[in-house]
């Protein structure tokens, strides 16, 4: 029988698939075994056939994936009568054990793509018969805020929840109902660029400028370091995984040329901070206003 590794930074998603499996179970007190345990009872389960039913599945949930080695090697030779899921909060893809997994038995679920969040709100707001101003929109959005590591799909539909309690959402709802996640984040200043969202990215400098007052070289720098990476992709016509970066880091969706433009920027906007002949508030917004011109 098969097995599959779920795996994600999106537990909303994890756990709906885990329900869904769970639905398709006949006779589960039978035929569904929920555990993260390997012992004499799990290796018993796998090896009988299925009753008052047409398949036996297991859930098996780990923290990382090299917890469940016993079991991957036990099925691999006689716990052949059910289907194994597993569930890992880890899962290292360089591991031997990760490679032992056919791509097709590999179920990833990581954070939505921003236009797929934005519809999934509306949808929702105009499901719960509900108006929003764009206003408030945006302002929901920002407050949110889905990219940040600590916000997934459960906070913003608790938010969802209580905005939609009103049926004309206002700013003002919005601002009372809504527990503000937003903070300072460095890689969304390129994100808002490139979106043109250009008030938004002078907030979130001034969100940096009041967490880390002292720290506008590192922030340029690290800037720097996402052209950097967007100039070699142009240049080599290679992907970031190609280039070993993380595929959630977010860089310029620009030509070589406006890359190297804004490298040229940002490096001397750092060299005149560190000479003292930029303020560095001013500095940082000086080339944001440039590099939103590119």
Request: charged share 30%; glycine share 4%.
């Given at each position: 029988?098969?097995?599959y590794?779920?795996?994600?930074e ?5 756990d709906?698939?885990r ?9 589960p007190e039978?035929?569904?075994l929920?555990t993260?345990?390997f ?10 056939y299925p009753?008052?039913?047409d398949k ?6 780990a ?7 016993e ?6 030779v006689?716990?052949k009568r059910?289907?194994v ?32 969040l934005e519809?999934?709100?509306?949808q ?8 929003i101003?764009?206003e408030?929109y ?5 407050l949110?805020?889905?990219d940040?590591e ?6 913003v539909?608790?938010s969802?929840?209580r ?13 009372s109902?809504?527990m503000?996640r937003?903070?300072?984040?460095i ?5 808002l660029i490139m979106?043109r969202?250009y008030g938004?990215?002078?907030?979130q ?6 967490s880390?007052?002292?720290?506008v ?10 052209y ?7 240049r080599?016509?290679c ?5 070993g ?8 969706r620009l ?11 940002l ?16 500095a940082l917004k000086?080339?944001?206003a ?5």
């Amino acid at each position: 029988m098969p097995k599959y590794l779920i795996y994600g930074e999106e537990p909303y998603l994890i756990d709906k698939f885990r329900e869904e499996l769970t639905k398709k179970v006949e006779t589960p007190e039978f035929n569904l075994l929920d555990t993260n345990e390997f012992g004499e009872t799990e290796k018993a389960f796998l090896c009988q056939y299925p009753l008052l039913g047409d398949k036996k599945i297991m859930i098996f949930r780990a923290g990382k994936l090299t917890e469940c080695t016993e079991l991957i090697e036990f099925i691999a030779v006689q716990g052949k009568r059910a289907e194994v899921y597993i569930f890992c909060d880890e899962a290292d893809r360089r591991t031997k054990i990760f490679k032992s997994f056919k791509k097709e038995e590999i179920k990833v679920y990581n954070k939505l793509p921003q236009e797929t969040l934005e519809k999934t709100i509306t949808q929702y707001i105009k499901k719960a018969g509900c108006e929003i101003t764009s206003e408030a929109y945006r302002l929901f959005l920002q407050l949110v805020n889905y990219d940040s590591e600590d916000t997934n799909l459960y906070d913003v539909l608790h938010s969802l929840k209580r905005v939609c309690a009103v049926k004309k959402i206002t700013k003002d709802v919005v601002e009372s109902m809504v527990m503000d996640r937003e903070k300072e984040d460095i890689f969304s200043l390129i994100r808002l660029i490139m979106n043109r969202q250009y008030g938004d990215v002078f907030r979130q400098a001034d969100l940096l400028l009041r967490s880390q007052p002292n720290n506008v070289v590192g922030i340029l720098s690290l800037l720097l370091r996402s052209y950097r990476i967007a100039y070699k992709m142009q240049r080599c016509n290679c992907s970031m995984q190609e280039l070993g970066i993380n595929y959630r880091t977010f860089v310029p969706r620009l030509s070589a040329e406006q890359c190297s433009q804004a490298m040229d920027i940002l490096d001397g906007a750092v060299n005149k901070v560190k000479r003292g002949f930029y303020k560095p508030e001013i500095a940082l917004k000086t080339v944001l206003a440039k590099l939103c011109e590119l």
